[in-house]
Protein backbone atom coordinates (compact mmCIF):
# COMPACT_ATOMS: atom_id res chain seq x y z
CA UNK A 1 0.00 0.00 0.00
CA UNK A 2 1.29 3.60 -0.97
CA UNK A 3 1.52 5.67 1.90
CA UNK A 4 -0.93 8.61 2.52
CA UNK A 5 2.39 11.04 2.82
CA UNK A 6 3.15 10.13 -0.72
CA UNK A 7 0.70 11.91 -3.01
CA UNK A 8 1.53 14.84 -0.92
CA UNK A 9 5.34 14.81 -0.83
CA UNK A 10 5.07 14.47 -4.50
CA UNK A 11 3.07 17.79 -4.81
CA UNK A 12 5.19 19.81 -2.66
CA UNK A 13 7.69 18.74 -5.05
CA UNK A 14 5.88 19.41 -8.25
CA UNK A 15 5.11 22.84 -6.73
CA UNK A 16 8.70 23.48 -5.11
CA UNK A 17 9.78 22.68 -9.10
CA UNK A 18 7.56 24.73 -10.23
CA UNK A 19 7.93 27.84 -8.35
CA UNK A 20 11.80 27.39 -8.99
CA UNK A 21 10.90 27.11 -12.74
CA UNK A 22 8.87 30.55 -12.22
CA UNK A 23 11.64 32.36 -10.49
CA UNK A 24 14.41 30.93 -13.14
CA UNK A 25 12.00 32.66 -15.87
CA UNK A 26 11.33 35.99 -14.17
CA UNK A 27 15.60 36.09 -13.69
CA UNK A 28 17.10 39.54 -14.87
CA UNK A 29 15.84 42.72 -13.58
CA UNK A 30 13.11 45.32 -15.47
CA UNK A 31 11.90 48.73 -14.91
CA UNK A 32 8.30 49.86 -15.78
CA UNK A 33 8.53 53.39 -17.53
CA UNK A 34 6.07 56.06 -18.18
CA UNK A 35 6.99 59.37 -19.89
CA UNK A 36 5.26 62.60 -21.14
CA UNK A 37 6.26 65.53 -22.67
CA UNK A 38 9.25 66.03 -25.72
CA UNK A 39 13.21 66.45 -25.66
CA UNK A 40 13.00 65.65 -29.14
CA UNK A 41 13.70 69.28 -30.85
CA UNK A 42 16.73 69.77 -28.29
CA UNK A 43 19.79 69.61 -30.59
CA UNK A 44 23.64 69.61 -29.09
CA UNK A 45 23.97 73.14 -28.20
CA UNK A 46 20.99 73.39 -26.51
CA UNK A 47 21.44 69.83 -24.50
CA UNK A 48 22.88 71.50 -21.50
CA UNK A 49 21.03 71.25 -18.30
CA UNK A 50 21.58 71.86 -14.81
CA UNK A 51 20.45 69.88 -11.05
CA UNK A 52 18.01 71.38 -8.95
CA UNK A 53 18.82 70.65 -5.30
CA UNK A 54 16.78 72.38 -2.26
CA UNK A 55 18.55 74.11 0.07
CA UNK A 56 19.01 71.18 2.17
CA UNK A 57 20.67 69.14 -0.37
CA UNK A 58 22.81 72.13 -1.90
CA UNK A 59 24.85 72.15 1.85
CA UNK A 60 25.05 68.81 1.70
CA UNK A 61 29.01 67.74 2.08
CA UNK A 62 28.80 64.61 -0.60
CA UNK A 63 26.93 64.68 -4.16
CA UNK A 64 23.70 62.71 -3.61
CA UNK A 65 23.37 58.93 -4.44
CA UNK A 66 21.95 59.38 -7.67
CA UNK A 67 24.30 62.58 -9.25
CA UNK A 68 26.89 60.41 -10.79
CA UNK A 69 25.03 58.46 -12.13
CA UNK A 70 22.51 60.71 -13.42
CA UNK A 71 25.14 62.82 -14.74
CA UNK A 72 27.10 60.02 -16.39
CA UNK A 73 23.69 58.98 -18.01
CA UNK A 74 22.87 62.14 -19.54
CA UNK A 75 26.58 62.54 -21.00
CA UNK A 76 26.51 58.91 -22.65
CA UNK A 77 23.31 60.83 -24.08
CA UNK A 78 24.80 64.16 -25.13
CA UNK A 79 23.68 66.23 -22.73
CA UNK A 80 26.17 68.19 -20.90
CA UNK A 81 26.34 70.00 -16.96
CA UNK A 82 26.13 73.91 -17.08
CA UNK A 83 26.24 75.55 -13.77
CA UNK A 84 26.95 78.94 -15.35
CA UNK A 85 23.57 80.15 -14.77
CA UNK A 86 23.38 79.75 -18.75
CA UNK A 87 22.02 75.63 -18.53
CA UNK A 88 18.96 74.93 -21.25
CA UNK A 89 16.96 72.36 -18.79
CA UNK A 90 16.97 72.66 -14.91
CA UNK A 91 16.23 69.04 -13.75
CA UNK A 92 14.87 68.10 -10.86
CA UNK A 93 15.08 63.93 -9.12
CA UNK A 94 13.14 62.59 -6.50
CA UNK A 95 13.85 59.15 -5.26
CA UNK A 96 11.50 56.94 -3.25
CA UNK A 97 10.99 53.43 -1.94
CA UNK A 98 8.36 51.71 0.00
CA UNK A 99 7.27 48.52 0.72
CA UNK A 100 4.86 47.06 -1.99
CA UNK A 101 1.77 46.42 0.31
CA UNK A 102 1.36 50.00 1.00
CA UNK A 103 -0.82 52.36 -1.44
CA UNK A 104 0.39 55.99 -2.87
CA UNK A 105 -1.90 57.99 -3.82
CA UNK A 106 -0.49 60.12 -6.66
CA UNK A 107 -3.36 62.81 -7.48
CA UNK A 108 -3.91 61.43 -11.12
CA UNK A 109 -5.71 58.29 -11.06
CA UNK A 110 -8.39 59.59 -13.28
CA UNK A 111 -5.02 59.95 -15.94
CA UNK A 112 -3.73 56.47 -15.41
CA UNK A 113 -3.82 54.57 -19.34
CA UNK A 114 -3.04 50.80 -17.38
CA UNK A 115 0.39 52.02 -15.56
CA UNK A 116 -0.85 52.60 -12.48
CA UNK A 117 -0.12 49.79 -10.50
CA UNK A 118 -2.32 49.28 -7.23
CA UNK A 119 -0.77 47.92 -3.96
CA UNK A 120 0.08 44.21 -4.00
CA UNK A 121 -1.77 41.36 -1.59
CA UNK A 122 0.41 39.59 1.00
CA UNK A 123 3.55 37.94 -0.30
CA UNK A 124 4.53 34.67 -0.18
CA UNK A 125 6.85 34.71 3.21
CA UNK A 126 9.53 32.36 1.96
CA UNK A 127 10.91 34.83 -0.14
CA UNK A 128 10.83 38.09 1.73
CA UNK A 129 8.90 41.29 1.51
CA UNK A 130 8.56 43.17 -1.61
CA UNK A 131 9.50 46.63 -2.42
CA UNK A 132 8.51 49.80 -4.90
CA UNK A 133 11.57 51.62 -5.71
CA UNK A 134 10.82 54.72 -7.92
CA UNK A 135 13.03 57.54 -9.84
CA UNK A 136 11.62 60.25 -11.96
CA UNK A 137 13.00 62.95 -13.49
CA UNK A 138 11.39 66.49 -14.74
CA UNK A 139 12.87 68.29 -17.66
CA UNK A 140 12.27 72.16 -16.85
CA UNK A 141 13.31 75.05 -19.48
CA UNK A 142 15.24 78.01 -18.47
CA UNK A 143 13.95 80.64 -18.01
CA UNK A 144 10.35 80.28 -18.16
CA UNK A 145 10.18 76.93 -15.82
CA UNK A 146 8.00 74.90 -18.35
CA UNK A 147 7.88 71.49 -18.07
CA UNK A 148 8.92 70.03 -21.27
CA UNK A 149 9.41 66.72 -20.07
CA UNK A 150 8.58 64.11 -17.47
CA UNK A 151 9.70 60.29 -16.83
CA UNK A 152 9.20 58.16 -14.12
CA UNK A 153 10.95 54.13 -13.64
CA UNK A 154 9.75 51.93 -11.50
CA UNK A 155 11.63 49.20 -10.11
CA UNK A 156 9.97 46.03 -8.28
CA UNK A 157 12.33 43.96 -5.84
CA UNK A 158 12.74 41.82 -2.54
CA UNK A 159 15.68 44.43 -1.40
CA UNK A 160 15.08 46.94 0.97
CA UNK A 161 18.03 48.69 0.32
CA UNK A 162 17.02 51.78 -2.00
CA UNK A 163 20.46 52.39 -3.56
CA UNK A 164 20.64 48.76 -4.89
CA UNK A 165 17.83 49.89 -7.32
CA UNK A 166 19.28 53.17 -8.27
CA UNK A 167 21.45 51.95 -11.22
CA UNK A 168 18.86 50.11 -12.63
CA UNK A 169 15.68 53.07 -11.96
CA UNK A 170 18.52 55.44 -14.01
CA UNK A 171 19.25 53.08 -17.22
CA UNK A 172 15.78 52.85 -17.08
CA UNK A 173 14.44 56.54 -16.78
CA UNK A 174 17.39 57.45 -19.68
CA UNK A 175 17.26 54.11 -21.55
CA UNK A 176 15.56 56.12 -24.28
CA UNK A 177 16.09 60.30 -24.11
CA UNK A 178 13.42 60.86 -24.42
CA UNK A 179 10.58 58.33 -24.70
CA UNK A 180 7.97 58.57 -27.65
CA UNK A 181 5.36 56.68 -29.87
CA UNK A 182 3.98 55.67 -26.07
CA UNK A 183 3.66 56.28 -22.29
CA UNK A 184 4.26 53.28 -20.77
CA UNK A 185 7.50 50.98 -21.55
CA UNK A 186 9.01 48.04 -20.12
CA UNK A 187 13.23 48.08 -19.98
CA UNK A 188 14.46 44.92 -19.76
CA UNK A 189 17.88 45.21 -18.02
CA UNK A 190 21.14 42.92 -17.29
CA UNK A 191 22.03 42.34 -13.67
CA UNK A 192 24.61 43.79 -11.87
CA UNK A 193 26.89 42.42 -8.85
CA UNK A 194 26.86 44.76 -5.97
CA UNK A 195 30.46 45.58 -5.37
CA UNK A 196 32.25 45.55 -1.73
CA UNK A 197 31.69 49.03 0.09
CA UNK A 198 33.75 49.82 3.29
CA UNK A 199 33.64 47.51 5.75
CA UNK A 200 32.07 44.55 3.74
CA UNK A 201 28.47 46.51 3.19
CA UNK A 202 27.59 46.02 -0.63
CA UNK A 203 28.46 49.30 -2.22
CA UNK A 204 26.21 50.92 -4.91
CA UNK A 205 26.36 48.85 -8.52
CA UNK A 206 27.40 49.97 -11.61
CA UNK A 207 24.90 50.96 -14.70
CA UNK A 208 23.14 48.37 -15.48
CA UNK A 209 23.42 47.41 -19.56
CA UNK A 210 19.73 47.65 -21.31
CA UNK A 211 18.87 44.22 -23.00
CA UNK A 212 15.47 45.75 -24.27
CA UNK A 213 12.95 48.74 -24.44
CA UNK A 214 9.21 47.32 -25.00
CA UNK A 215 6.13 49.82 -25.58
CA UNK A 216 3.32 48.67 -23.08
CA UNK A 217 0.58 50.88 -24.36
CA UNK A 218 0.38 53.17 -27.30
Given at each position: ?18 MLGALAGCAGASAD ?25 ADAAEPLPYERLLG ?147
Open positions: MIPMEFPVKVLMTICTLSVRASGDLSATDAAAATYQLARTPAQEGLAQRGFQENTSGKARYLVSASWASRPADVTVATGDAANCTGGCVPSEGPAFPWFGKRYVHTLTLRFFTLPDGHEAYKVSAEKRDRNADAQQALPYLVAGALARLPYAGAPQWRVKLKEVAPAAGQAGAPAMPAMPDVISVTPLAR
